[in-house]
Nanobody, 121 residues
Framework: QVQLVESGGDLVQPGGSLRLSCAASGSIFAIYAMGWYRQAPGKQRELVAA???????NYADSVKGRFTISRDNAKNTVYLQMNSLKPEDTAVYYC???????????????WGQGTQVTVSS
């Protein structure tokens, strides 16, 4: 089995910064795309940022220039550096990854349990 465990969510003032981490563990042969999604109360889950195994990235327009996604393939970990946080960034942030558990076989999509980010004065 594979698990994604997020950490780093917190209460922060507007203009502040947070760094989220998501570590994958378990039976892992290869990790492909990894990403961060968020869901605010009453809203649909939305993509925040994604990164391929080769390091290519894409971001939601609302976070471009403020958030940076990165990954450490040796640690099976993806990060989200969030700067200049705004109240509208308040949401539960979820980690997502496409993972192949064995050399032969399909890849599956996994979700973490979520970590709360609250931006408020």
């Amino acid at each position: 089995q594979v698990q994604l465990v997020e950490s780093g969510g917190d209460l922060v003032q507007p203009g502040g910064s947070l760094r989220l981490s998501c570590a994958a563990s378990g039976s892992i042969f290869a990790i492909y795309a990894m990403g961060w999604y968020r869901q605010a109360p009453g809203k649909q889950r939305e993509l925040v940022a994604a990164i391929t195994s080769g390091g290519s990235t894409n971001y939601a327009d609302s976070v471009k220039g403020r958030f940076t996604i990165s990954r450490d393939n040796a640690k099976n970990t993806v990060y989200l550096q969030m700067n200049s946080l705004k109240p509208e960034d308040t949401a539960v942030y979820y980690c997502n990854a496409d993972i192949k558990g064995q050399a032969v076989g399909p890849r599956y999509n996994y979700w973490g349990q979520g970590t709360q980010v609250t931006v408020s004065s």
